[in-house]
């Protein structure tokens, strides 16, 4: 039988991580169907504001993901906020990107000239290794940078709608997003594995 999921997140432009997350439970041999639910309903943006709309509003579902940022804070301690406070009869998985879900973004640098129109140029972009993506200071505007150069824009209007068309391009990339891909090697997106894997009981046995 198929899973529900449900996915809590930070802002209406994360409600693709749903895409993401589905993908990835397949890839771990148990699909999932995951809703997200727009933050904007929520009253409140913490996670304990999250856990109570979706205990008076969604019933029928069997897994939680949450996401939350790491921004500044160490990943395990927005992982810890995250358990700390869940329901005790959901499952709950953590969906914590570093520093932010842009990082998941700027290692594809196929996905990304693909988004911006232009699959073959040859235009340097400036993305990170894969050792360095989670230590970017700003990956939303690296990211967006990324998306100009790929674009290769000619005159002021192509690039003033370039700029404007950053967020559906954003969630075009979050979708299509493939876990077994270049965001694979990023730590935070192991753990997301590893903990997904645990909850499903798929995780790998060691001995």
């Known amino acids: 039988m198929t899973l529900r999921g449900v996915l809590l997140c930070d802002g209406p432009s994360d409600m693709a991580l749903a895409a993401v997350v589905e993908k990835l439970c397949f890839e771990l041999g148990e699909p999932v169907v995951v809703t997200a639910i727009d933050p904007l309903v929520i009253q409140g943006r913490s996670v304990a504001d999250r856990f109570a709309w979706l205990d008076h509003n969604e019933s029928h579902f069997d897994l939680a993901f949450v996401h939350r940022d790491a921004e500044g804070s160490a990943?395990?301690?927005?992982?810890?906020?995250?358990?700390?406070v869940k329901p005790i009869s959901t499952q709950v998985?953590?969906?914590?990107?570093?520093?932010?879900?842009?990082?998941w973004l700027i290692l594809d640098e196929g996905a990304i000239?693909?988004?911006?129109?232009?699959?073959?140029?040859?235009?340097?972009?400036?993305?990170?290794?894969?050792?360095?993506?989670e230590s970017v200071a700003d990956p939303k505007s690296?990211?967006?940078?990324?998306?100009?150069?790929?674009?290769?824009?000619?005159?002021?209007?192509?690039?003033?709608?370039?700029?404007?068309?950053?967020?559906?391009?954003?969630?075009?990339?979050?979708e299509r997003l493939e876990p077994s891909g270049p965001v694979s090697q990023l730590e935070s997106f192991q753990q997301l594995r590893a903990d997904l894997a645990a909850v499903l009981g798929t995780a790998p046995s060691h001995g």
Do not use: C, W, Y
């Open 142 to 174: 690296l990211l967006r940078h990324a998306l100009e150069s790929a674009a290769e824009p000619n005159g002021r209007r192509k690039a003033a709608r370039l700029r404007r068309d950053f967020g559906l391009h954003r969630k075009i990339l979050l």
């Open 93 to 103: 998985v953590p969906v914590v990107p570093v520093r932010m879900t842009e990082a």
């Open 75 to 84: 990943p395990t301690l927005r992982r810890d906020e995250i358990v700390s």
């Open 113 to 133: 000239r693909q988004v911006a129109g232009r699959p073959n140029g040859q235009k340097p972009l400036g993305l990170p290794k894969a050792t360095r993506a």
